[in-house]
C-alpha cells in the first residue's frame, strides 16, 4: 500500500508582496532613486563650493587683517636719536593686550645702531623666526611663514624689514594672528553648512519622492482598475487617465474586448460540437441496446464511453478557452456544502464529515469546474470509504486555498499511484466507473496551474489534496 504519492508538480505562480514588487524594479523607486543619487551629489558639490569659496575668502580677510596690523606697527614706532625703538603702538584690537592670546607682535632690531626690543603684552615669552636662507624675504623687504605659538597654537607671521630714519636705522616688524582660530571658525561654519544641507537634503528628497509618487498616481490606478478586472469585478477599464497614459488604457480595454469575443466564439463552438455529437452518439447507444446480445453491448458500452471521452475534452477544451481571459470567481464554501449535502443522500451509510474556514474563500474559477472537480473526489471517496470520509477547505499560501477529501478504504498501491491520473484506467473493475474520475481532477488541476497530491489518509485510505488560485 502507498504511504504517499505526489502526482506530476503543477507550479502556481503566487502573486508578490507589495514590497517585493516595489523595490529593485519599480519605476517610482528607479526614479527617486536616481534622482536622490543626483540630489545628494549636487549637495556634495554645493558644500565643496561653498566651503572652499568661505576658506580662500576668510584666509584672504586674514591675511588682509595682518596686513593692515603690520602697517599699522610700522607707522607706530621710531627710533631715537641714541637708536632706541621708540612709540606705543595700539592696533585696536584687545587680542594683543591678552596674554598667551595668539595675537602678538614685535619690533627687533634689523640693523646696527638700532637696539633695544617692543612687543605686545600678550606676548610673554619670545617666539622664534625662521633664518632668512629658510624662508626669503620678497622684493619688499617682506615674508610670511607659519609657526607654533606659546600655546600650542598656530601662527600666521608677518614680517617686514624697514628702514626708520635718514641714516638707514632698520628694524625688523612682525605681526602675528591665531591661525588655529582662524581653523576653527572655518570648521564651525563647515559643520552649520553641513547641517542646513542635510535638513534641505532630506526635504528635498522627501518633497522629491512626493512629487513622483503623486506623479505615478495614474498608473497606480491603472494596476488597481487591472486588479478588479483580473478578479472579475469589473469589466473594463474605467476612469480619467492622463494624456501619456490613457492609449495604454484604451489598448488594453480593446485587448479584454477581444478576449471576451475569443471566448465567446470557443463557447460556441463547443456548444455547437456537443450538440452536432450528442444525437449520433445518443443514436449509436439506442442501437446497440436494442440489436441486444454481446455484440449489441459492446456498441452501446463503446458509444457510452465515446460520449464520456468528448465530453472530457469538451471541459478542457472550455476551461482553456477561459483560463487567460478575465478571472470568474466562485464562492467555495456554499459549493461544497452543497455537493456534501447531496452526496451525503447519495450515500446515507457513510459517515461524511465538513471542516471550512471562518471567512469564505473564492475560487479564481468557473463554478462549473469546481463543481466537477469537487464532485469527482467526492464521488472517488464515497465509492471507496467503508464508513467515513472526511472533507476539509483551508486558506493557503498567500492568493492560494487547499481542498483535502480522504477517506478510511483500502487506498491505492504505490505502483499503482500513478496510473489512476492516466483517463480510462481503472484499478478495480468489480467497482462501477469510467476511470475518468480522478484523470478529469489532474487535467482540471492542470488547467488552472494547480497542485494535485495523492497521499496515504491517516484514516488508512486515500488523502487527495487540490491547492488552486483564490482571489483576495
Do not use: C
Not at 610700522?74 to 592670546?101: C, H, K, M, W, Y
Not at 601662527?155 to 624697514?162: A, C, D, G, K, R
Not at 496510473?419 to 487535467?443: F, N
Amino acid at each position: 500500500m502507498s504511504r504517499r504519492h505526489k502526482a506530476e508538480p503543477l507550479p502556481i505562480p503566487a502573486r508578490k508582496p507589495f514590497s517585493a514588487r516595489l523595490w529593485p524594479r519599480s519605476l517610482a523607486f528607479r526614479v527617486i532613486g536616481f534622482s536622490t543619487i543626483w540630489a545628494i551629489l549636487t549637495l556634495i558639490v554645493i558644500f565643496t563650493l561653498i566651503t572652499t569659496l568661505y576658506r580662500q575668502a576668510s584666509e584672504r580677510g586674514f591675511d588682509s587683517l595682518l596686513s593692515a596690523h603690520l602697517f599699522n606697527l610700522i607707522g607706530s614706532v621710531g627710533v631715537s636719536e641714541s637708536g632706541q625703538l621708540t612709540g606705543a603702538p595700539d592696533l585696536g584690537d584687545l587680542r594683543f593686550s591678552e596674554p598667551n592670546s595668539g595675537w602678538y607682535w614685535s619690533v627687533e632690531p634689523a640693523s646696527e645702531g638700532v637696539h633695544g626690543n617692543l612687543h605686545s603684552s600678550s606676548m610673554t615669552t619670545t617666539i622664534p623666526s625662521p633664518t632668512v636662507a629658510e624662508v626669503p624675504f620678497n622684493s619688499s623687504f617682506q615674508r610670511s611663514y607659519s609657526t607654533d605659538g606659546i600655546g600650542d597654537e598656530q601662527l600666521e607671521v608677518f614680517e617686514s624689514e624697514f628702514v626708520l630714519d635718514a641714516k638707514n636705522r632698520a628694524a625688523r616688524f612682525r605681526v602675528m594672528g591665531n591661525k588655529t582660530e582662524l581653523e576653527q571658525e572655518i570648521a564651525t561654519f563647515q559643520g552649520r553648512l553641513l547641517t542646513y544641507l542635510s535638513l534641505f537634503g532630506v526635504g528635498m528628497i522627501a518633497i522629491n519622492a512626493i512629487a513622483i509618487l503623486l506623479g505615478l498616481q495614474p498608473l497606480r490606478r491603472v494596476r488597481n482598475a487591472l486588479a478588479q478586472v483580473r478578479e472579475g469585478t469589473a469589466q473594463r477599464l474605467d476612469g480619467q487617465f492622463p494624456a501619456e497614459i490613457e492609449p495604454l488604457a484604451n489598448e488594453t480595454n480593446a485587448l479584454i474586448e477581444n478576449n471576451k469575443r475569443i471566448v465567446e466564439r470557443s463557447r460556441t463552438q463547443v456548444g455547437n460540437l456537443a450538440h452536432s455529437l450528442k444525437t449520433p452518439l445518443a443514436v449509436l447507444i439506442n442501437e446497440g441496446r436494442a440489436l441486444g446480445g454481446a455484440k449489441g453491448q459492446l456498441i452501446a458500452d463503446q458509444a457510452a464511453s465515446m460520449q464520456k471521452q468528448v465530453d472530457h475534452y469538451l471541459q478542457r477544451a472550455r476551461v482553456a478557452a477561459q483560463r487567460d481571459s478575465v478571472v470568474y470567481r466562485t464562492p467555495v464554501t456554499p459549493l461544497v456544502q452543497r455537493m456534501v449535502r447531496v452526496l451525503q443522500k447519495l450515500k446515507p451509510d457513510v459517515s461524511l464529515s465538513l471542516t471550512l474556514p471562518a471567512a469564505d474563500i473564492v475560487f479564481a474559477g468557473e463554478r462549473e469546474d469546481l463543481e466537477e472537480l469537487v464532485g469527482n473526489l467526492l464521488d472517488n471517496a464515497m465509492k471507496w470509504a467503508r464508513s467515513t470520509v472526511a472533507v476539509s477547505v483551508t486558506p493557503a499560501a498567500a492568493g492560494l486555498f487547499e481542498l483535502s477529501i480522504e477517506d478510511d478504504g483500502p487506498g491505492i498501491p504505490e505502483d499503482k499511484a500513478r496510473d489512476v491520473l492516466k483517463r480510462g484506467r481503472r484499478l478495480d473493475e468489480t467497482k462501477p466507473g469510467t476511470g475518468l474520475g480522478l484523470a478529469i481532477v489532474a487535467d482540471l488541476v492542470n488547467e488552472y496551474g494547480g497542485a494535485l497530491a495523492l497521499e496515504r489518509s491517516t484514516m488508512g485510505g486515500l488523502k487527495a489534496v487540490v491547492r488552486l488560485r483564490s482571489l483576495q
